[in-house]
């Protein structure tokens, strides 16, 4: 795939109508370095940092951790790199951490939640983060925060690892940008003050969509039983976008779906302007994206909706037959 798409690599992901479209990659392993160089990502919009965890034995030391994170960096060239703190917990079980027997765990004691109540991993995380940068800019994000304390709290957990970095007279970032994931429906209605507070926001569409239609994303009976282009999903989207651009907060959006062309198409009809996926995606989203019109899309997607469309799929691939 990547050999196809090799020609607009280096094309800067503009539309036919002139709007930039942001394509950064999801990654989280070091074997995804590479693809930051050959896929054409603007940068990493999602790094997972689970998986460093997850493949030993027992927990990673700081030190392991810094030099990993100072490798994804040096990888990065100072492209952006959004690291997300630990997301265990649900799906993700670490293998020397008693496991729960929690009768829900994708809704149990997972991500920040573990985090702010055993701040051990975190702390250390965040400060191997610290070190890593070594005075490069740091993009931290916080998975499945569900309200505006959690973020508060994370973010003070932050605040006081730099400020030991600081006594301890280590270089600090020459910048440092504290976000989130959006992944509960809880927080497309947080508080306005939740917007301006947050440096940035990504949607994180698997978790996001898994809970906005009560559908697990690991079983096969119902994952892929409601459209991502369903007209009440793509409207609560649309809806978490207009909030962020109030407060003038950056927002992105990092589930599969980004990686999907027509999905990302509607996403960024609707007003994504960052778009973070698997690095074999970049190509052909971004083959779709210099094509299209986003206003005739959002048309689309709008008529579809006022008509009572149960999804715009039907409508926006009707729109794509006409372009072509
Ligand atoms: C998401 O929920 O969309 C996401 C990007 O995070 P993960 O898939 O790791 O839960
Ligand atoms: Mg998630």
Redesign the pocket.
């Known amino acids: 795939a990547l050999e196809r798409y090799a020609s607009i690599r280096d094309t800067p992901c503009v539309t036919a109508c002139g709007q930039h479209i942001g394509l950064h990659m999801n990654a989280g392993l070091m074997a995804d370095l590479p693809s930051l160089a050959n896929s054409g990502a603007e940068g990493v919009g999602?790094f997972?940092t689970e998986l460093q965890f997850l493949i030993r034995n027992q927990m990673p030391k700081r030190t392991e951790l810094a030099a990993i994170y100072a490798r994804v960096l040096d990888a990065a060239q100072g492209r952006r790199v959004v690291f997300r703190t630990l997301?265990i917990g649900s799906d993700k079980v670490l293998p020397y951490m008693k496991p729960n027997d929690e009768p829900n765990p994708a809704l149990g004691w997972r991500a920040i939640r573990v985090g702010l109540d055993r701040p051990g991993v975190l702390r250390m995380q965040l400060q191997a983060l610290l070190r890593a940068s070594g005075g490069r800019p740091l993009s931290v994000m916080f998975p499945f925060v569900a309200q505006l304390d959690e973020y508060r709290a994370a973010r003070a957990e932050m605040d006081k690892a730099i400020a030991r970095e600081r006594r301890l007279g280590h270089t600090l970032p020459e910048k440092i940008e504290v976000g989130a994931m959006l992944?509960t429906p809880s927080l497309a209605y947080a508080p306005d003050r939740f917007f301006a507070e947050v440096d940035f926001l990504s949607i994180?569409?698997?978790?996001l969509k898994q809970f906005f239609f009560a559908a697990d994303r690991e079983n096969e009976r119902v994952r892929r039983r409601y459209d991502t282009l369903n007209t009440s999903f793509l409207t609560f989207i649309e809806r978490i976008v207009e909030r962020a651009d109030a407060a003038g907060t950056p927002m992105s959006f990092?589930?599969e779906d980004a990686g999907r062309p027509v999905e990302a198409l509607c996403l960024a009809a609707i007003g994504l302007r960052t778009l973070s996926m698997r690095a074999p995606s970049i190509g052909p989203v971004k083959h779709l994206l210099l094509r299209a019109d986003l206003g005739a899309v959002r048309d689309v997607i709008h008529r579809a909706r006022e008509e009572g469309e149960q999804s715009v799929r039907p409508a926006v691939m009707e729109h794509l037959r006409t372009m072509a």
Do not use: M
């Open positions: 999602l997972r997301d992944e994180g569409g698997n978790d990092c589930g």
